[in-house]
């Protein structure tokens, strides 16, 4: 069993940054790739980055690429988001979520099998 907290969220003006972080339980965090996604009111959840198991291989989803970062700390359980440029359409709770142990790396929310219960952010303009 793998527990995710996320924190880090909220209020920013747009231009302004936030840095997200998800902290996991468990031995088996450094085995798991780790993808962030984000869900807007009346819309599907979709992808934002992922990170495979030792960091060396990143994803980032076109609406964000350029303005986030994703990186992890195994020595730490975690995961972090970094967001810059901060614009009013990132508004959105946001998850991070863990695939199964030494799978190949997705986008797709059905391979992630432990979510976080999520983290407002919202970018006024």
């Known amino acids: 069993q793998v527990q995710l907290v996320e924190s880090g969220g909220g209020l920013v003006q747009a231009g302004g940054s936030l840095r997200l972080s998800c902290e996991a339980s468990?031995?088996?965090?450094?085995?798991?790739?780790m993808g962030w996604f984000r869900q807007a009111p009346g819309k599907e959840r979709e992808f934002v980055a992922r990170?495979?198991?030792?960091?060396?291989?990143?994803y980032y989803a076109d609406a964000v690429k350029g303005r986030f970062t994703i990186s992890r700390d195994n020595a730490k359980n975690t995961v972090y988001l970094q967001m810059n440029s901060l614009k009013p359409e990132d508004t959105a709770v946001y998850y991070c979520?863990?695939?199964?142990?030494?799978?190949?790396?997705?986008?797709?929310?059905?391979?992630?099998?432990?979510w976080g219960q999520g983290t407002q952010v919202t970018v006024s303009s």
């Open positions: 979520a863990a695939q199964p142990p030494y799978t190949v790396g997705s986008s797709i929310p059905t391979a992630y099998d432990y």
């Open positions: 468990g031995r088996t965090f450094s085995s798991r790739a």
């Open positions: 990170i495979s198991r030792n960091g060396g291989t990143i």
